[in-house]
């Protein structure tokens, strides 16, 4: 809600729903994922979703990062397992990414799992576009605001995350890092802990993409408009 760039941005209105509410069902609506939650400490985001028929855990407004307010909703909600952690900014996550990143869970080769997509040229250099750069078997070795690795190619990361079970609250318990206070990173907090990062690589033109600006927004409005009747 206090997003600097879009103010109110998880209400933003998306062809008659809130953002927030289309990633809520994207979750609750895929056959991998055993139950899904909104994680909020903001009453409007609560009742919006509350209306749409979903589930909401009130968390506390003290929370730095959002792996901080996903364990308190975790521990709220008493469930058992991995933990799927999707941002309510990116309202249509594919269903296809979110498949992916729960066969890599079941692995159980790295203890996190996310996405990453090809980078146009443009989002290579917009800050807000997080890069990930990784070894040959897509461990993840370093993210940035900056274009990296120099040269290319870059790839984007996806605000979806993946913990194996008890790794959330690893994750979330560990010191702030010298790295994510540079780059205001979390994730690089996990690495530079030697908590390993899978990332699956995915297909740029599928969905729409996060919003972080009303551009955006926008366009993410635009490509809603264009979808069959039952998205």
């Given at each position: 809600m206090g997003s600097t760039r879009l103010p109110g941005k998880p209400l933003a209105d998306i062809g008659g729903t809130p953002m927030v509410v289309?990633?809520?069902?994207?979750?609750?609506?895929?056959?991998?994922?055993d139950s899904a939650c909104v994680a909020t400490d903001h009453p409007e985001i609560a009742d919006a979703v509350r209306e749409a028929g979903g589930e909401v855990i009130l968390t506390a407004s003290s929370h730095s990062t959002g792996t901080d307010r996903c364990l308190e909703a975790w521990k709220k909600w008493g469930r058992q397992g991995a933990v799927i952690n999707l941002q309510g900014d990116?309202?249509?996550?594919?269903?296809t990414h979110i498949s992916a990143i729960c066969t890599a869970l079941k692995s159980g080769l790295t203890d996190v799992v996310s996405a990453m997509r090809p980078a146009t040229d443009e989002e290579a250099k917009r800050p807000e576009r997080v890069k990930v750069a990784t070894n040959e078997s897509h461990r993840a070795l370093y993210f940035s605001r900056s274009p990296i690795p120099h040269g290319g190619p870059h790839y984007v990361h996806m605000g979806i995350y993946g913990f194996a079970p008890n790794m959330l609250a690893h994750c979330a318990a560990l010191?702030?890092?010298?790295l994510e206070t540079l780059e205001k990173l979390e994730q690089l907090r996990w690495l530079e802990a030697g908590v390993t990062i899978g990332m699956v690589s995915v297909n740029s033109e599928s969905g729409p993409g996060s919003v972080d600006t009303l551009a955006d927004l926008e366009r993410v409005r635009k490509w809603h408009a264009q979808q069959p009747k039952s998205t």
């Open positions: 289309h990633t809520w069902r994207a979750a609750a609506q895929h056959p991998a994922i990116e309202p249509f996550p594919e269903p010191p702030v890092g010298r």
